[in-house]
């Protein structure tokens, strides 16, 4: 039973340092705490993230949300997507039916003209189509959807208390139908279970038919103390063939969690089959660069092509040096405007364009081919195919 704790919080919207390589959001922010779809292998359950109580019942609801956002939002100075509950709780989780918080908090998003994601397994986002069509006006936004499995029982398991397969793929349909981005978060990949190749290829074809935009996957990690307790009592019950082999995978008990030797061979198996059907591991720059200023969208690019890259063994060591050599140039540009309030983040924009239509954004970086990549996206207006490494 539902057991919902209200609180005030003096503060509810955060800015990171840089844009998310992952979910793509720079200002995240959380209505709830908790999450009633009970989980068993949620890395929130783990102590250190200090969720006090039941944590599928005492859900903490900051009941101040809206109007600590009338107050924030219209204070933002740099623009870039708001991250609506990217992993502390679920935004759509069912007690947001009733109370309609991220509902209305999508409202004053749009009102400022700002793009929104969000991380969830719920399809409740389907009553909020007609927000997202509003934002599309403005910037091609996407919606990060958790999905690890095709399997009705395997979900049924070890996610209780989310919505079936067959509901999020319906979500998905809807959300594509309406030209609406759609990542697939594939967190955790459950070793011996959905961390098998017949699981992940009819997971990713499935994917694939319904045109979902790209798919990030990531292996369990199960921290010491009451989640990695939670999950091994799931394993007892369901699986108790494979307890032994998760004693010994999970033995080290490090704080991070992580298993004490990784699939790499099954990994890159699944990258390799994901480029091979042009599945992107990253958000696609067609959506991003709608959703960031110029020099954001850069730093992401340079971000996701050291991903993309060293996912095919390619060696970074040059791109690498160029990424750090920008992003120590733009934390000064950004320091820069964000100690004088009467300037504009947009002056940083300004200077990237200037700098791309001479020779010296080269000497800031160091290397002529990537910058010339680089005009051909911001100046020209090139797209980048994650899957081919070509520009489109």
């Known amino acids: 039973m539902r057991t919902p704790q209200?609180?005030?919080?003096?503060?509810?919207?955060?800015?990171?340092?840089?844009?998310?390589?992952?979910?793509?959001?720079?200002?995240?922010?959380?209505?709830?705490?908790?999450?009633?779809?009970?989980c068993t292998y949620c890395y929130v359950r783990a102590e250190k993230y200090n969720i006090e109580g039941n944590f599928e019942q005492d859900i903490v609801v900051k009941q101040n949300t809206l109007d600590r956002l009338k107050e924030e939002l219209p204070k933002l100075r740099e623009y870039g997507t708001i991250g609506i509950s990217t992993g502390t709780s679920d935004s759509y989780q069912p007690i947001e039916k009733e109370l309609e918080i991220s509902r209305e908090t999508l409202k004053?998003?749009?009102?400022?003209?700002?793009?929104?994601?969000?991380l969830t397994k719920s399809v409740l986002m389907n009553r909020d189509i007609d927000i997202f069509k509003d934002m599309k006006a403005y910037a091609d936004i996407h919606i990060n959807m958790t999905l690890t499995s095709l399997d009705e029982e395997v979900t049924r398991i070890f996610e209780p208390k989310a919505p079936s397969v067959k509901e999020r793929i319906d979500s998905i349909k809807l959300l594509k139908a309406n030209d609406i981005g759609v990542g697939i978060s594939a967190m955790p990949l459950l070793p011996y279970i959905t961390e098998t190749k017949e699981s992940i290829v009819n997971l990713l074809d499935q994917l694939k038919a319904l045109?979902?935009?790209?798919?990030?996957?990531?292996?369990?990690?199960?921290?010491?103390?009451?989640?990695?307790e939670l999950y091994f009592e799931t394993l007892k019950?369901?699986?108790?063939?494979?307890?032994?082999r998760y004693r010994d995978l999970y033995s080290n008990n490090t704080d991070y969690g992580g298993p004490r030797y990784s699939n790499k061979k099954f990994y890159q198996d699944m990258t390799d089959y994901m480029n091979t059907i042009g599945l992107a591991q990253?958000?696609?720059?067609?959506?991003?660069?709608?959703?960031?200023?110029?020099?954001?969208?850069?730093?992401l690019l340079l971000d996701h092509m050291l991903v993309l890259y060293k996912s095919r063994n390619i060696d970074i060591t040059r791109l690498r040096a160029a990424n750090k050599r920008y992003l120590a140039w733009l934390k000064e540009e950004r320091t820069y405007v964000a100690r004088r309030r009467n300037l504009k983040f947009d002056l940083v924009d300004e200077k990237v364009d200037g700098l791309l239509r001479s020779d010296e954004f080269d000497k800031i970086i160091k290397n002529r081919k990537l910058s010339n990549f680089i005009r051909e996206i911001i100046i020209d207006g090139a797209d980048y195919d994650y899957c081919t490494l070509k520009l489109k």
């Open 6 to 38: 209200y609180k005030e919080v003096k503060k509810i919207l955060y800015k990171d340092q840089h844009p998310d390589s992952w979910y793509v959001n720079f200002y995240r922010m959380s209505p709830y705490l908790a999450c009633e779809h009970g």
């Open 108 to 118: 004053l998003i749009r009102d400022i003209r700002y793009p929104a994601t969000f």
């Open 211 to 228: 045109d979902v935009d790209f798919l990030i996957p990531m292996v369990l990690a199960l921290n010491p103390g009451r989640l990695k």
């Open 237 to 244: 019950a369901h699986y108790p063939h494979l307890v032994n």
């Open 282 to 299: 990253r958000l696609p720059l067609r959506y991003y660069r709608t959703q960031y200023n110029n020099y954001h969208t850069i730093e």
